[in-house]
């Protein structure tokens, strides 16, 4: 089970922080991912993390804002935002990947296990 937490109103500009707690599995057997989908898109990628938090992927419009961290003892994965704007605005959900890989998991089919989303609005 995930459950993300953190989201809300911020101001352009401004930051939040994510955080997904993991329940129920060996949380350092999975990578983990930040996926985000906006009104009428389709969901997608904003950073991944692999098992060990040596490797990590971010999508374009996250690299120099969006920060991905881990913290295996404390099964939870987070996601440093700063410098949001109107176009973060969006449900943020964590993901779990099976497997210990030495890259992050890009692909959205290749995430196993979802967390329910949390809603980050970012006015102008």
């Known amino acids: 089970q995930l459950q993300a937490c953190g989201g809300g109103l911020v101001q352009a500009g401004g930051s939040l922080r994510l955080s997904c707690a993991a329940s129920?599995?060996?949380?350092?057997?999975?990578?983990m991912g930040w996926f985000r989908q906006a009104p009428g898109k389709e969901r997608e990628i904003v950073a991944g993390?692999?098992?060990?938090?040596?490797?990590?992927y971010y999508a374009d419009s996250a690299k120099g804002r969006f920060t991905i961290s881990r913290d295996n003892a404390k099964n939870t994965v987070y996601l440093q935002m700063n410098s949001l704007n109107a176009e973060d605005t969006a449900i943020y959900y964590c993901?779990?990947?099976?497997?210990?890989?030495?890259?992050?998991?890009?692909?959205?089919?290749?995430?196993?296990?979802w967390g329910q989303g949390t809603l980050v609005t970012v006015s102008s």
């Open positions: 993390i692999n098992w060990s938090g040596s490797a990590y």
């Open positions: 993901a779990a990947a099976g497997g210990k890989m030495t890259v992050a998991v890009v692909r959205l089919d290749r995430y196993n296990y």
């Open positions: 129920g599995r060996t949380f350092s057997n999975y990578g």
